[in-house]
């Protein structure tokens, strides 16, 4: 059981994170993404051709090289689409800062805060 200070000082560090900057943009594009039909088709379609891909693949299923163009073909789409691109840039940054913190976190404690985060 964690103790109502531990409890608080998480509250805490969750709403401070939540007021980040670098959460506020990823949240932000991330609804931008959401939001715009034309974006989550072309998602849902990059997903499910890579699931699909990949099943047949593990199957042992030789993929024509045309099918393999065809998924880099759409994949690169996605890539270059503003919205999505922009997400994926605010989840890289946010990504950083993350890691900072884990650092700056570790440091305070005096141990290493990433193996005290790891499922046990």
């Given at each position: 059981?964690?103790?109502?200070?531990v409890?608080?000082?998480?509250q805490?560090?969750?709403?401070?994170?939540?007021?980040?900057?670098?959460?506020?943009?990823?949240l932000?594009?991330?609804?931008?993404?959401?939001?715009?039909?034309e974006?989550?088709?072309?998602?849902?379609?990059?997903?499910?051709?890579?699931?699909?891909?990949?099943?047949?693949?593990?199957?042992?299923?030789?993929?024509?090289?045309?099918?393999?163009?065809?998924f880099?073909?759409?994949?690169?789409?996605?890539?270059?689409q503003?919205?999505?691109?922009?997400?994926?840039?605010?989840?890289?940054?946010?990504?950083?800062?993350?890691?900072?913190?884990?650092?700056?976190?570790?440091?305070?404690?005096?141990?290493?805060?990433?193996?005290?985060?790891?499922?046990?």
């Open positions: 059981m964690l103790s109502d200070e409890k608080q000082a998480a805490a560090l969750g709403q401070s994170l939540r007021a980040n900057e670098y959460v506020q943009a990823y932000d594009a991330l609804a931008r993404v959401q939001a715009n039909p974006t989550n088709s072309l998602e849902e379609r990059l997903s499910e051709h890579a699931r699909d891909l990949l099943t047949r693949q593990r199957a042992g299923e030789q993929l024509a090289q045309a099918e393999v163009d065809e880099y073909a759409l994949r690169s789409r996605a890539q270059s503003p919205l999505i691109a922009e997400r994926d840039f605010a989840l890289s940054q946010l990504k950083s800062y993350l890691a900072q913190a884990a650092l700056d976190l570790s440091e305070k404690l005096g141990m290493d805060y990433t193996a005290l985060a790891q499922p046990a």
